[in-house]
């Protein structure tokens, strides 16, 4: 599924729909390059899952960010937000004991997962955001 999203709102849009979908262990990888919206998106994402404290910057530098969520069920969730930008090897990411969060209650969401690809269950939803012409507000996204 691939489909043309013309600036930030529509970003966050879809990544709403997203997130009603969403089911405990259920994984999301976010594929792009720098600044395509990958951060954008997670936040969108988390922000439908109920999380109210994601934008606040994290005292340090952290590879895995926790939060508490809701799905759309009604449900408690817990949501992990990583970012493996800074990982250069797989045996880093599961250093990091990342299983841990591909089951329920987690939702995890991750940022460049091509670091550790061979890391996830096979229920993984990749999403890859592209820029379509350089500094416009229009990305394509794929799913799957
Ligand atoms: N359609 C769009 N969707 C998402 N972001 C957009 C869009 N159009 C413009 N932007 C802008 O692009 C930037 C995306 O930044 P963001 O931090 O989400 O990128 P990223 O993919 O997480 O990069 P990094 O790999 O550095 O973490 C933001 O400044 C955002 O305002
Ligand atoms: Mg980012």
Redesign the pocket.
């Known amino acids: 599924m691939q489909k043309i999203?013309?600036?930030?709102q529509?970003?966050?849009a879809f990544a709403q729909q997203l997130a009603k979908t969403l089911k405990f262990g259920d994984v999301i990888a976010?594929s792009?390059?720098?600044?395509?919206?990958?951060?954008?998106?997670?936040?969108a994402l988390m922000r439908a899952l109920g999380v109210k404290d994601e934008a606040l910057p994290s005292p340090t530098y952290a590879i895995i960010q926790e939060y508490e969520g809701v799905l759309a069920s009604g449900e408690p969730c817990k949501v992990a937000h990583m970012?493996w930008?800074r990982l250069e090897h797989a045996e880093e990411v599961e250093m990091l004991g990342v299983r841990e969060f591909f089951e329920a209650p987690w939702i995890s969401i991750i940022?460049?997962p091509e670091r550790a690809m061979n890391t996830f269950p096979a229920s993984l939803t990749h999403i890859t955001?592209r820029y379509v012409e350089r500094d416009?507000?229009?990305?394509s996204i794929e799913v799957g």
Request: proline share 0%; with cysteine; hydrophobic share 35%.
């Open positions: 999203l013309n600036n930030e529509e970003t966050c976010l792009g390059d720098l600044g395509a919206g990958k951060s954008v998106f997670a936040r970012d930008y940022e460049w955001l416009m507000d229009q990305r």
